[in-house]
């Protein structure tokens, strides 16, 4: 078994690279400020660059300057800068691995290897790591997204890493499972009974979840259109939201536990086929609009961008879950890029009363919604009614918000970002919140069936202006079905 209170040698392939920069060592800051890291442990930056020792402290040391969200304080920063080392390696040279091997201690430490880097590469490191002999009980490999691009590249990829690494000892990362409030979800339906008896299709009529963007391709033209959204965000941020509400209790918070619930849902999934895309599915993609009063352009605009991509940066679904706890309750799924704003949440809407005992106060009783608002502005609401304060005749009712908003009811504490959250457990060697390989390949199959669906079809995105709410055909999805969206 490996150990989990060890000081660990975290090394990062693609030091150098954008996500290094961005994210992994500004969390490692505030990690270290919070005292989370071991007295111990060590930052290995891995990289081809040809560069000292002293280059690399000055590229951290602008990076922790330009990314941190506060100025970073001087005594944590300089405690951090003394824990870094780089270590020059080509990818693809195995030999070159013993570099690593010289300067970690498997033996007395965890090894954490995060790579930051394409999956192309996954196989070198791993054939590398493997010649220098850093494979022993210790080592954890962490894999960036995309796992792949669909099913059998997957599990190509899996196939790489697992033959060197154990399950036990990949961690597959989805950002989405280090947010706060998507962990939250997990407390908000095990911890209240409220929510645990009244969470199927007894009481439920039917779920949204929405996740938003408003940012545009931001440069990652080459990537994303080669993508699309429902690669993008649906296969793993949308599908991991929908498996945490959907899910039956795990028995306890393991991560086997957890994983093998997430499972089920994901078996659970109808899935969608060239018969019923076209009634259960929407594809957008936008066009020029605005984006908080300022002109943006459309997709096939941007820069560096193909005027006749048909890449979808837009996609509605209706997914059911074919089994006994959500028969009949749809599952409406929307996310875009360019949308008015930046938006995730969870909406569940309770069924509708049987009867109306105040029809003279309100015709129709509308449904009691519980929005469980994931990013920004995180909290929870639930919509009710209640009867307006006064005396004379009749009952007057009143839709009324109960809002707990997460930054009001928790003022102190600091809010951990994603990937705090996941450094910090892949050090400590718990795997709840990454993904298992079973997870990942089941939901690829599922959505494989969508894209051999939309290109046996091979009809172009609808359109929709930057800064809006989608196509008009996703407002159809839903009132096909007597409904509408949550806005
Ligand atoms: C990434 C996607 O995984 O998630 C991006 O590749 C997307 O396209 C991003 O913009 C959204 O993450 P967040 O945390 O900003 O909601």
């Not at 649906?234 to 509400?245: A, D, K, P, S």
């Not at 306890?252 to 659970?268: T, W, Y």
């Not at 018969?275 to 096939?300: C, H, L, M």
């Not at 990937?419 to 599922?446: A, C, H, K, P």
Request: overall charge negative.
């Amino acid at each position: 078994m490996p150990q989990n209170n060890l000081p660990c040698d975290f090394t990062i392939f693609g030091v150098l690279g954008d996500l290094s920069r961005r994210k992994l060592i500004p969390s490692l800051y505030e990690l270290d400020k919070a005292g989370h890291l071991h007295p111990e442990t060590r930052i290995i930056g891995v990289a081809r660059h040809d560069i000292t020792q002293a280059d690399f402290i000055e590229q951290m040391d602008a990076a922790l300057q330009k990314f941190c969200k506060n100025e970073p304080e001087p005594e944590v920063k300089e405690r951090l800068l003394k824990r870094l080392f780089y270590v020059l390696i080509n990818i693809d040279k195995p030999e070159e691995y013993t570099n690593l091997a010289e300067v970690t201690d498997q033996e007395n430490r965890n090894l954490v290897n995060y790579f930051s880097v394409a999956p192309f590469l996954f196989d070198d490191i791993c054939k590398g790591l493997n010649h220098a002999g850093l494979t022993g009980k210790n080592t954890r490999v962490v894999l960036e997204k995309p796992i792949g691009h669909d099913l059998a590249s997957s599990q190509q990829i899996n196939d790489t890493v697992s033959a060197v690494f154990t399950e036990e000892q990949i961690y597959r990362i989805d950002h989405y499972l280090g947010k706060e409030t998507v962990m939250n979800l997990l407390a908000l339906r095990f911890a209240n009974s409220i929510f645990t008896t009244n969470w199927d299709h007894n009481t439920i009529d039917h779920v949204q979840i929405t996740v938003a963007e408003e940012v545009g391709i931001e440069g990652r033209w080459g990537y994303f259109d080669g993508s699309g959204q429902l690669r993008d965000m649906v296969q793993n941020h949308l599908m991991q939201i929908l498996t945490l509400v959907a899910m039956e209790p795990p028995v306890n918070m393991d991560g086997d536990s957890i994983r093998n619930e997430k499972l089920k849902v994901l078996k659970a999934l109808r899935p969608i086929t060239r018969e019923n895309a076209d009634q259960v599915t929407v594809r957008g993609q936008y066009a020029a609009g605005f984006i908080k009063g300022s002109p943006v352009p459309g997709y096939t605009e941007e820069e560096d961008g193909n005027p006749t991509s048909t890449t979808e940066s837009f996609v509605a679904l209706k997914v059911d879950i074919d089994n006994w706890r959500w028969a009949g309750v749809p599952f409406y799924l929307r996310t875009g890029k360019r949308m008015t704003t930046k938006r995730s949440e969870v909406v569940i809407y309770f069924k509708q009363l049987p009867h109306n005992i105040f029809k003279d106060s309100y015709r129709n009783l509308p449904q009691n919604k519980l929005v469980i608002r994931l990013q920004p502005d995180e909290g929870v609401e639930i919509e009710m009614l209640n009867k307006v304060p006064g005396i004379g005749k009749g009952i007057k009712l009143q839709k009324t918000l109960l809002d707990l908003s997460f930054s009001d009811a928790f003022r102190d504490g600091h809010v951990a970002n994603a990937y705090e959250r996941l450094i910090l457990e892949t050090m400590l060697g718990n795997q709840s919140l990454f993904i298992r390989r079973d997870e990942v390949e089941r939901s690829w199959s599922w959505i494989d069936s969508i894209l051999d669906a939309w290109q046996s079809c091979n009809e172009p995105p609808k359109q929709y202006p930057a800064g809006s709410l989608g196509p008009v055909a996703s407002v159809a999805l839903l009132a096909r079905d007597g409904r509408e969206w949550e806005e």
